[in-house]
């Protein structure tokens, strides 16, 4: 248990940990590579250790020294290994298509919030290039046979970031070429990575078409991470003034600066640069008044991460705001329709579930309460957060999940 106590203001310089979907990714394809890669400011929260770990099981080389890792891929992987992916969606996703194009047999499994989540979405389309992977009953453990697979044209029903990577995970090593289209873009990490590593991949609007390619290692140079950068932004914006530093802002990722731009939040993108193939900038966010806002599907997927915050926010803002689109909240970490929506509650807010999203009535002044985080770390912060900007602050129960993704959240946060 944590006790958060209200701010009356909430400033400073802030340095964010790597970014998360940036670190899997760099360890899993490098894992799998020929040569030797160094990732700089690799995020070490626990969903990127279990990606270490499951690719050491499979005979990667990863060497550790702070937040710099060096990876060395193996052309022989180890083969009927039981792979634990912890809490990590990214990790059992992906690993399922990388194991598929790798021909590995290997058992996927995780902890009780992973077992609940759906896995039929990674089997289903890895089926069509002629996979033989195995649930149970549509969750994990995930069971991988190896099989010779052959290009195919995937067309996804939801805008997911881990499906379309695994479907490119399996593609880059099958015959023939894969196409995976989904109905809005999600994060574009893994297209970027395969590029820079030699692949055949072409991007053309929402759709990705990748051949048979080897790829090269390559030193990946991590930004910090704007899903962890956002809970500093959110201070700023109820609370003072928040400079985040060196902050990934490629665009399938800055859907919470579209929310902010219609919440009437006052903020700045300086020093823009490229680095590692990522745009980044130092962000600066300024206390604004806010106003209720409308998100519907097309808004969700560059900002699904961060959703519980943005309802937060709403929560403060002057008037009525609704979210829809966002059904896909509820098989996150946690039903994060529900555990939004209670946690506003719990703090004094007024929020309403819808089966896609919130419709949620601002007011100035929330006066605080306690919070249970599910052991979902994305809510723990957002509790954090919202209990800094109350009247009395209050009490988070389980907050150490934010270990997840943000270890020294709390330290970061002065507490
Ligand atoms: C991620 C994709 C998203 C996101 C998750 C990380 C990734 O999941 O919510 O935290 O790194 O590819 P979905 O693909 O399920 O939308």
């Known amino acids: 248990m944590r006790s958060i106590t209200s701010r009356a203001s909430f400033e400073g310089e802030f340095e964010l940990p790597g970014d998360k979907s940036i670190t899997h990714r760099a360890i899993m ?8 890669a160094t990732i700089t400011n690799a995020l070490m929260g626990e969903d990127c250790l279990s990606t270490c770990r499951c690719m050491r099981s499979l005979g990667a080389k990863i060497d550790v020294d702070g937040t710099t890792l060096r990876v060395s891929g193996t052309p022989h992987f180890r083969r009927g290994r039981e792979l634990n992916c912890g809490n990590s969606g990214t990790t059992i996703r992906l690993l399922t298509g990388f194991a598929a194009g790798k021909g590995i047999d290997a058992t996927l499994y995780g902890d009780e919030s992973l077992s609940a989540r759906p896995m039929s979405r990674v ?15 549509g969750h994990g453990p995930v069971y991988v046979s190896p099989r010779e697979l052959c290009g195919a044209r995937v067309e996804l ?6 499906v379309k990577s695994a479907v490119l995970l399996a593609g880059i090593s099958a015959s ?5 289209s989904e109905p809005v873009k999600s994060r574009d990490h893994t297209e970027r990575m395969l590029a820079a590593m030699g692949a055949d991949i072409q991007v053309s609007g929402n ?3 990748v051949k048979r390619s080897a790829l090269k290692a390559v030193d990946v140079c991590v930004p910090a991470d704007i899903s962890s950068a956002a809970y500093f932004m959110a201070l700023g914006a109820l609370k003072g003034k928040t400079l985040c530093k060196n902050v990934g802002i490629n665009p399938t990722r800055t859907g919470i600066l579209t929310a902010f731009d219609r919440l009437g939040v006052k903020y700045s993108l300086l020093n823009k640069r490229i680095s590692g193939g990522e745009e980044t900038a130092d962000i600066l966010v300024e206390k604004s008044h806010m ?3 409308t998100l519907t599907a097309e808004d969700v997927p560059a900002m699904i991460d961060e959703l519980p915050l943005v309802a937060l926010c709403c929560a403060f803002a002057e008037g009525e705001s609704r979210i829809t689109g966002a059904r896909e909240l509820r098989v996150k970490e946690s039903d994060r329709i529900k555990t ?26 929330l006066v605080g309460g306690n919070v249970d985080s599910y052991l979902d770390h994305r809510i723990a912060m957002t509790a954090a957060v919202g209990l800094i900007a109350t009247e009395k602050g209050g009490e988070i129960y389980r907050p150490e999940c934010c270990a997840i993704s943000f270890p020294d959240f709390f330290e ?3 507490l």
């Open 29 to 36: 394809l490098n894992g799998g590579a020929q040569g030797e």
């Open 123 to 137: 089997a289903e389309p890895l089926a069509l290039l002629g996979a033989d992977i195995k649930t149970t009953e």
């Open 157 to 162: 029903k939801i805008a997911s970031a881990q």
């Open 176 to 180: 023939g070429e894969t196409i995976v």
């Open 207 to 209: 759709a990705v078409q």
């Open 291 to 293: 106003q209720a806002i």
């Open 340 to 365: 939004t929506a209670e946690l506003i509650r719990n703090i004094g807010g007024d929020c309403e579930e819808l089966p896609d999203g919130f419709v949620i009535r601002g007011k100035k002044k």
């Open 412 to 414: 970061k946060l002065g």
